[in-house]
């Protein structure tokens, strides 16, 4: 008896190659977005339940997108960016910041066009880029992640730096202190001294510390500091803006002015318990599954400059 002819094993599918992305409106396709990035992001949308955008402005971009600036705004604020309308989404925010200006556009564009947003701050979101943060509905912040102050920045010819205009605004109001706390000082001293009423002391005194003072306020251009007083009172009036509604204007003054004009420096670091000093009430620091999400996804902001959604590049 013959034995019958083993079959051939049917042939295996071929699985489909997993699908690659890019981020729409920067860098675009087809440079793909590293696959363990795509999961964090998808991640993100899954736990806050809404669309996840990137602004994430690290370094490695071109054109201009590593800051805040018309590049930027211009890509973001059109018909043509793909955003979703009267859709809330999710902005993770990774950015040095740049152009107050810009930044009050690109959140005025995304409230008005989606409904509203919530900023996700990995890990920092400076200078403009807190003022797009301000705009949000909530804020969320990563375990170490940080804002930062609202004062603006001018670039220094002479000492070819870029310096806040905040030093020189400030330098005015410490010689007021110093000029009020050296008249007390000086009274009180005297009037140990020799036992004579204040008021046969401070015509004496009021020259004294004004001989003192006066060289030191001669120095000060009072045109440049009217300028760096008015750069300052725009990045303070966006962020009023931005703030309301959601508080009301005397609220939203208090903390603008507090983001303004209540640091040392302008890389200084402002945490979620500043932000509640500052009378902020509307940010969060991540928990759970969210905070590792934000954990796994630093590794991939350094270095990277990323603008827009998600997008799976086609075959």
């Known amino acids: 008896m013959s ?68 590049a930027t705004t211009t ?48 890990e920092y979101a400076k200078s403009a880029a807190t003022l797009i943060c301000l705009g949000a509905d909530k804020i969320i912040l990563g375990k170490n992640a940080e804002l930062g102050p609202l004062d603006h920045q001018v670039y220094d010819n002479d000492r070819e730096q870029r310096l806040s205009a905040l030093d020189e605004v400030q330098a005015l109001e410490r010689l007021h202190a110093f000029a009020l706390q050296a008249v007390d000082a000086s009274l009180l001293f005297l009037k140990r001294r020799t036992q004579k009423s204040m008021n046969v002391l401070l015509p004496g005194v009021n020259e004294f510390v004004g001989s003192m003072i006066e060289p030191l306020f001669q120095k000060i251009d009072t045109v440049h ?17 931005l703030l309301q509604p959601k508080y009301k204007a005397a609220k939203a003054t208090e903390i603008a002015r507090h983001f303004v004009h209540e640091y040392p420096a ?5 945490n979620l318990e500043d932000t509640e000093k ?38």
């Open 3 to 70: 034995s019958q002819p083993v079959p051939a094993p049917a042939p295996q599918p071929v699985p489909a190659p997993p699908p690659k992305f890019c981020v729409s409106l920067y860098p675009g396709s087809p440079l793909e977005v590293p696959a363990a990035f795509v999961d964090c992001v998808q991640k993100l949308e899954q736990i806050l339940q809404m669309p996840v955008w990137l602004f994430v402005q690290s370094g490695g971009g071109r054109y201009n997108y590593d800051d805040v600036d018309d």
């Open 75 to 122: 890509a973001f604020c059109c018909s043509k960016s793909g955003l979703p309308e009267r859709q809330k989404i999710a902005l993770v925010i990774d950015s040095p910041g740049g152009d107050a200006k810009c930044a009050y556009r690109i959140a005025r564009f995304i409230r008005k066009r989606c409904g509203g947003f919530v900023a996700v701050v990995p």
């Open 225 to 241: 500091y009217t300028q760096m007083s008015r750069l300052l009172k725009v990045a303070e009036e966006y962020a009023v803006r």
């Open 266 to 270: 302008h890389d200084f670091f402002i």
């Open 278 to 315: 500052a009378g902020l009430d509307c940010v969060e620091e991540a928990k759970g599954d969210l905070e590792t999400t934000l954990e796994e996804m630093t590794i991939f902001l350094q270095g990277s400059t990323y603008i827009g959604k998600l997008e799976q590049i086609k075959p």
